[in-house]
């Protein structure tokens, strides 16, 4: 019963450049949520998807940034023209219900912009 | 006044020693209260959730929540060295929306 997936671990980007992170959820999930963790600042919310659907996006930077999870395949959170700035942990989460409640995370993916 | 308050610690205590975290929020409407477990560098690992004002227990966790006093508590009994980690709370309005609200964690060693 393999947990929430995601890929890669790590991500090296240059300024400039688009990152592609992949969170494949849990089986039986039907719920997925981006979070931002920043070193020394807490889990932030960007995005809440169902498949083909984005339900809440109010945590979403308004440009450069973008998710989509399809009706086959992983969710994909895209960056584009990466900035220092965007150098972050994020994490992927599902659920089996909406709402955010018991949500289980993957082991997310380390962005570092250089 | 942010919507989620947690102290960051750090926290030390021996082992065996009861551990108690705790986090105030300012937002009546959240509805469902959780802790996670974070090891450095890994993912949030779900401990308990509740809904309801009261105590769950779990093992050696016991999650309680106070509702009129905006409190929520995650006690440790009988802590190990392997509980050393950040603890999470963090709590959401239920319905349709999927935002979790987190405190910034309170990182916890356990020393033998």
């Known amino acids: 019963n393999a947990g929430v997936m995601q890929n890669p671990r790590h991500l090296v980007r240059r300024r400039g450049q688009e990152a592609r992170l992949r969170c494949s959820p849990m089986k039986g999930h039907s719920h997925v949520y981006w979070y931002r963790q920043l070193p020394e600042e807490g889990l932030k919310f960007m995005v809440y998807?169902?498949?083909?659907?984005?339900?809440?996006e109010s945590g979403m930077p308004k440009e450069r940034f973008s998710a989509e999870f399809p009706k086959e395949g992983p969710s994909i959170l895209r960056i584009q023209q990466v900035v220092r700035g965007d150098s972050a942990a994020y994490f992927c989460?599902?659920?089996?219900?909406?709402?955010?409640?018991?949500?289980?995370f993957g082991q997310g993916t380390r962005l570092t912009v250089v | 006044q942010k919507e989620v308050e947690q102290d960051p610690g750090p926290l030390s205590v021996p082992e065996g020693a009861i551990v108690s975290l705790n986090c105030t929020y300012s937002?009546?409407?959240?509805?469902?209260f959780m802790w996670y477990r974070q090891y450095s560098r890994k993912g949030p690992e779900l401990l308990m959730y509740t809904y309801s004002s009261g105590n769950k227990e779990d093992g050696r966790f016991t999650a309680q929540v106070d509702k009129s006093s905006k409190y929520i508590s995650l006690f440790i009994r009988d802590s190990q060295p392997s509980d050393s980690a950040t603890y999470l709370c963090?709590?959401?309005?239920?319905?349709?929306?999927?935002?979790?609200?987190f405190g910034k964690g309170t990182k916890l060693s356990v020393k033998p």
């Open positions: 998807l169902q498949k083909e659907n984005i339900i809440d």
């Open positions: 937002n009546s409407a959240f509805q469902y």
């Open positions: 989460a599902s659920s089996r219900s909406g709402g955010g409640t018991e949500a289980f």
């Open positions: 963090a709590m959401n309005y239920g319905g349709s929306q999927g935002n979790l609200i």
